[in-house]
Every structure is written in C-alpha cells, then in structure tokens.
C-alpha cells in the first residue's frame, strides 16, 4: 500500500533469509522474536534470534470485504487505528502488553481477551499466514475469504504455536463492524452468586461481550447496537453501577492489580460450568468463568491435576516455561511432534518450545 514501506519491507526480507541461510548452515537454533512484548512468558532462548519487527507495513485492506492483510512485524496498533477509521476493529481483542505489540506476535502467541466466547478466539479469525521455512522459502497458506479445505488449515494450526512451525511473516484476518456503542457495569456479588447469574447471562443479554468476576463484583460489559445496549443495561441499573472500559483494557492486557501479585501467576482455561477447584490462592474469573486466572503458591502437580479432572488444562505465566501446554495427552503430544518435523525437520525454530493449547 506503501511505496517506500514495501521497499523497506523487501530490504527486510532479504536480511531474515540471509540470516536464516547462515544459522541453517552453522546448524544454529533460531528464536524468533517479534515486539518482544511475551518474552516474559518465553524469552528468546536460542543462540541465534531473529527480529521480525522490520517486515512490517498494511499489504491490503479491503472494508467492503472485511479483511486486512499485513506483515507480521506491523504494530497492532497501527491496524487498530487504521481500521477504526473505517469503522471496523479486530474481533478477538487482543492482549497486548505495549504499543510495540504486532499482529504477528498476536496471531502465534495465540491468546485472546475478554470476549473470547462472544466473538471466537484468534485463530478463528486468521484467513491466510505467510509462512517461512527453514530455506527461507516464503509458502503461502489459506487465502482472503472464508472457505473449506482438504488436509490441514495451516492458517489456523500456526495460530498459537509460537514459532515453532516457522516464522509467520504475513497474515490475512477477518475483521468485524466496530460496535456502535458500548456499555460497562458492575455491581458485588458473591463468587456462588456471580456463577449462577453467569450461567443464565448468555441467554438472556444478546450484546454480551464481557463478564468477569474479580472476587468482589461481577463485571458485565455489553457491545452492539445502540438499542440492544440500551436495553440489556437497563434491566441491570438497579443492582449495577456504570464503570469505564479502563477495567476491560486492563484486564485484557493483564495489568490489573491482581496481576501483580508476586505469587506464580496460572491460566486455568476450563468447561464454564466446572465447580470451584480446591485450590488455595486469589482467583479471577474470566470468560464467564470457562478462564480462570489463580495467583497461588500450590504446586504445579497440584494445580494441573486439578483442571484436567475439571475437564480442562492449566498453564503456568511465569519463569517455569517447562510447564506451559501441561494440558496435552500423550497422543496430542506425538500428533503435535509429527506435525512440527513436517514443517521445520532441521528443528530450527524455537526448539524449547512448544505450542500453547487455547
């Protein structure tokens, strides 16, 4: 879309194979790195790191069609604004940790914010990925519009997998109308309350696109039409209070208080009707309860047994990196090496990882 952007672009293209060539032939392990926004949750670890921020700028945006195409090293904000003034916005509200957070680095962490089970999760929203192999080949995957495909959706299965399938260097996402207006609420309620009125939300408020409990109020975002808003705020205005979107904001990008408790921090993604886990430690309830974040000092044999026999997985967001994805079986952790020795058989990509479940 850019003359000069594009320039820059292919300028950087040619310096990644370049580098790629040499760690291939010095059979050098590659971490990729793109904002460098997650890499407290997994640091660059190889002798050899490759920044993808350089590859940036908008390749395509077409409105009408709902669907932008960019660079994996494209600020997220710089989409996020340009799509504002057409109206639009990402659906999957992702989280960020600072303006230097990028589409590509969205698209492979692969996490999604509060409104997850309103508005489907990343890797339901990504068309089409460019992806770069071990040869510096750059394949392309998927395309602009939704469709079916024989085999695997490679669009969809690099969503999430940090890297380890191969650098994403171009992405194609479904974009959405922005809302036309937005409501925030809260009001406190016990945890026993708050469950069974999240249990009922779903079916009762269509603009539902937020609802969170913090351990004293419920919190209940709605987005939509004006009227839908309207309508769904009014039947809560005698129990609730109105509140800014800051709590929505910063709970998406992890920066609320709760947060920075000094206690190893877990995600608990789980069934949304699972009973309370007899897990010591502070909880927030997001998700309408199907995510669940435990600031504890419980050990991870304890915490990890305790969501599978919920019916889900729990994953650790500190310095113990060994126990992200704890949630795989063994079949699901065979099929998952397969796949990734089809796409990078030299094991060049981030080798001490592997790819979070969402």
């Known amino acids: 879309m850019d003359g000069v952007q594009d320039s820059l672009a292919r300028d950087a293209l040619a310096d990644i194979r370049a580098r790629l060539a040499r760690a291939l032939a010095d059979r050098q392990p590659v971490s990729l790195r793109g904002g460098g926004t997650h890499d407290f949750l997994r640091p660059p670890a190889g002798p050899v790191v490759l920044a993808l921020s350089s590859y940036a700028g908008v390749i395509a945006y077409a409105p009408s069609e709902l669907v932008i195409v960019a660079r994996a090293g494209t600020p997220l904000i710089e989409i996020e604004t340009l799509l504002a003034q057409h109206g639009q916005c990402l659906a999957f509200e992702a989280p960020r940790c600072s303006a230097q957070s990028t589409l590509g680095g969205v698209i492979s962490t692969g996490l999604s914010g509060p409104a997850r089970p309103y508005t489907a999760s990343v890797r339901d929203h990504v068309l089409g990925v460019g992806l770069l192999n071990s040869q510096g080949e750059l394949l392309q995957f998927g395309g602009r519009v939704m469709k079916n495909v024989a085999g695997y959706d490679v669009s969809r299965l690099v969503t999430g997998a940090w890297g380890v399938l191969g650098p994403i260097m171009e992405i194609a996402v479904r974009v959405v109308p922005a809302p036309a207006t937005e409501r925030c609420l809260r009001w406190p309620l016990s945890l026993e309350a708050a469950r069974a009125w999240m249990r009922e939300a779903g079916g009762r408020f269509s603009p539902l696109t937020g609802l969170c409990h913090d351990g004293e109020y419920l919190h209940v975002r709605f987005s939509g039409s004006a009227a839908a808003v309207a309508a769904a705020a009014e039947a809560l205005m005698n129990v609730a209070i109105e509140e800014t979107g800051d709590f ?97 058989p030299h094991q060049m990509f981030n080798p001490e990882l592997s790819p979070q479940d969402d």
């Open 248 to 344: 929505w904001r910063q709970l998406r990008d992890w920066a609320l208080p709760f947060f920075a408790d000094g206690r190893p921090l877990w995600r608990l993604v789980l069934p949304p009707n699972a009973p309370n886990l007899a897990l010591s430690g502070s909880w927030l309830w997001d998700w309408g309860g199907a995510q669940r974040w435990l600031k504890t000092t419980a050990t991870a044999v304890e915490i990890t047994a305790c969501a599978t026999a919920a019916g889900g997985y729990a994953s650790a967001f500190d310095a113990n990196y060994s126990l992200l994805n704890s949630g795989l079986t063994a079949v699901q952790r065979a099929l998952q090496a397969r796949i990734r020795h089809s796409f990078d």
